[in-house]
């Protein structure tokens, strides 16, 4: 089981305001370990008193604690994060597309300007294609994006002369944005109610093999990236049980 690893944490002040809106839920919080945590994993699913469930205690004083398996990165602290960088110089936004629910799926482009773009190397970097599981990624990407934006870092200026970086903080954007571990929401796809993994859409969209949301998704994003052409990409994914910590959407070079 992979799940066995996880270190989940618990914080009695993620959001602000309406617990219901995930427009309150955008700041990192304080999290917590929980140091003991019991979890019965099974595959078997047909008999009930050989089900998977966890158990856990914590000790807070307030009414509502948020559980998480990992710090969440949620859609608005990206939207709030893209629009605090929005007025750099070094900064260029667009989306790549749109997700079925119509949420954007924002790319933030960085490079110093003053220098020739044809002779520099371009990266794309993108994260968090299954929601909620692996934040690490998203946290990756606004974390290399602050260091990059630093005036004051003698690398940061240095790396903006000579790269292009292309970064999409979330791919799965619907499903970060309901809360939904892994996998998209349920999506209609004209014939059944389904839940995708957008990181098995790759191959698809590469044979343009696919007409379900996901792929329609991953697919759009596969043509921003050839379209840019890549020296190198990075898919960040979390590490669990000894797992590489990022992978490759097929199809693109890896230097």
Not at 200 to 213: D, I
Not at 242 to 250: A, K
Request: glycine share 6%; charged share 15%.
């Amino acid at each position: 089981n992979r799940w066995q690893n996880l270190l989940p944490r618990y914080s009695s002040d993620f959001c602000e305001g309406n617990i219901n809106s995930e427009d309150s839920c955008w700041d990192i919080g304080n999290w917590s370990p929980i140091d003991r945590i019991f979890i019965n994993y099974s595959n078997d699913i047909t008999n009930a008193s050989n089900s998977s469930w966890f158990s856990f205690s914590i000790n807070s004083t307030q009414d509502f604690v948020w559980v998480a398996a990992n710090v969440p990165y949620t859609v608005t602290r990206r939207d709030r994060f893209i629009e605090s960088i929005a007025n750099s110089s070094y900064v260029t936004l667009n989306n790549a597309t749109y997700s079925p629910n119509g949420i954007p799926l924002t790319v933030a482009t960085i490079t110093d300007p003053a220098y020739d773009d044809a002779a520099k190397t371009r990266v794309y970097l993108i994260g968090q294609q299954h929601a909620n599981e692996e934040t690490q990624g998203s946290w990756v990407i606004e974390g290399a994006i602050r260091f990059l934006l630093n005036d004051s870092n003698e690398n940061a200026t240095m790396l903006k002369s000579r790269y292009i970086y292309k970064f999409v903080p979330i791919v799965n954007v619907d499903g970060t944005a309901a809360g939904v571990g892994r996998f998209t929401p349920v999506y209609f796809n004209g014939t059944n109610y389904l839940q995708y993994d957008p990181n098995r859409e790759w191959l698809k969209a590469r044979s343009n093999n696919s007409n379900n949301p996901a792929y329609i998704l991953i697919s759009d994003l596969y043509s921003d990236i050839g379209n840019f052409s890549p020296n190198a990409s990075f898919d960040f994914h979390g590490s669990l049980n000894g797992e590489r910590g990022f992978g490759i959407p097929p199809g693109v070079n890896y230097f």
